[in-house]
């Protein structure tokens, strides 16, 4: 199949990439800077990854990697819609530059690639469009509302996408990490400007959404677990709509399905008040 995966600078992206092209697939591996693409290109001696300039919030650059691998190949099968941005800081500390980056990044850079793709997979009356949303895209933690208010709209999206898809033989899901070892946690961990600031109302809370962040990623999990899923469904010919990954979303996805409202938002007050 030919497959053209977002953000493979690193974390899933770079996994789904390898763990792809090792499975046979031919990787159009999308990187926003074509200058960081050294351990990709390391990793990947001898394998079908071919990297590709593409960052998502620029339209140019969605439309030329897509014309070029349709020059190349003459199809595209998959598309995995990995590339994604967090920021973290209570609602108010954050400003507007910030939660528009996320949305133009997690979802307006995201719906327009899929754009940009869908008229060669309905042409073809095959494809499979993965979408990479986060146990935020089904429950919101205090100081992430941002980033889990773009991946509620993706999670929105993406389930109206597939109705539509259907009738053209195009497959499509959504993917639910939970906490995983990548560099969201780490070089490309985001926190709102004013966030930082001592004298900010919030600062009580953001210190102990930092504790609890830090818990969190102490238990994060190995990123090969979801390369691997993503690849197995990319000849799934009737996959399940959401793909919860790891322990812990799939114990909070589990008890946001059993429990009223009022018991989540209990339990998350009750973890926020023990940390620090
Ligand atoms: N790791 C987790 O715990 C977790 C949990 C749930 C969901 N997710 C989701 O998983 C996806 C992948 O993240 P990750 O965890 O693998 O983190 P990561 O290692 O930071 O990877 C994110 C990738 O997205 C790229 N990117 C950022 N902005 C971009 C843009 N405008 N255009 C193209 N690429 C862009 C980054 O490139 P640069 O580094 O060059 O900016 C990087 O390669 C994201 O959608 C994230 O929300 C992660």
Redesign the pocket.
């Known amino acids: 199949m030919i497959v053209l995966v ?10 789904i990439a390898l763990r792809a092209a090792r499975a046979g697939h031919t990787v159009y591996a ?4 074509l200058n ?1 693409a050294g351990p990709l290109v390391e990793a990947a001696k001898g394998l079908p990854v071919h990297p590709i300039a ?5 339209a140019a650059q969605r439309e030329a990697a897509v014309a070029r691998i349709i020059a190349e190949q003459g199809r595209i099968d998959a598309l995995i ?6 920021i973290g800081g209570p609602l108010e500390d954050l400003e507007e530059d910030e939660v528009r980056h996320v949305f ?3 979802v307006f ?1 995201l719906w327009a690639l899929t754009n940009v793709v869908l008229p060669h997979m309905r042409a073809q009356k095959s494809g499979i469009i993965q979408n ?6 089904r429950m919101a933690l205090p100081g992430l509302g941002a ?1 889990a208010a ?2 509620h709209a993706l999670e929105g999206m993406t389930e109206a996408l597939r109705v539509e898809l259907a009738p053209f033989g195009v497959r499509v899901v959504i ?15 985001a926190l709102g400007r004013k966030a930082q600031r001592p004298d900010s109302p919030y600062a009580d809370l953001s210190a102990r959404s930092d504790a609890l962040f830090a818990k969190v ?1 102490a238990s ?2 190995d ?1 090969e677990d ?1 390369a691997e899923r993503c690849v197995d469904l990319l000849t799934d010919p009737s996959p399940a709509l959401r793909h919860p ?2 322990k812990s ?1 799939r114990m909070r996805l589990l008890a946001r399905w059993a429990l009223p409202d009022g018991v989540i938002e209990a339990v998350t007050k009750a973890a926020l008040k023990r940390a620090k």
Do not use: H, W
């Not at 819609?81 to 967090?86: F, K, M, P």
């Open positions: 977002t953000g493979c600078r690193s974390g899933f992206g770079q996994n999308g990187l926003r800077d960081t593409l960052d998502v919030v620029d819609n990995n590339a994604g941005v967090a133009e990044v997690n850079g990479i949303s986060s146990v935020s895209g980033y773009s991946k993917i639910e990490p939970g906490p995983y070892k990548t560099d969201i946690l780490g070089r490309n961990r990623s994060a999990e990123p979801v990954m790891g979303a």
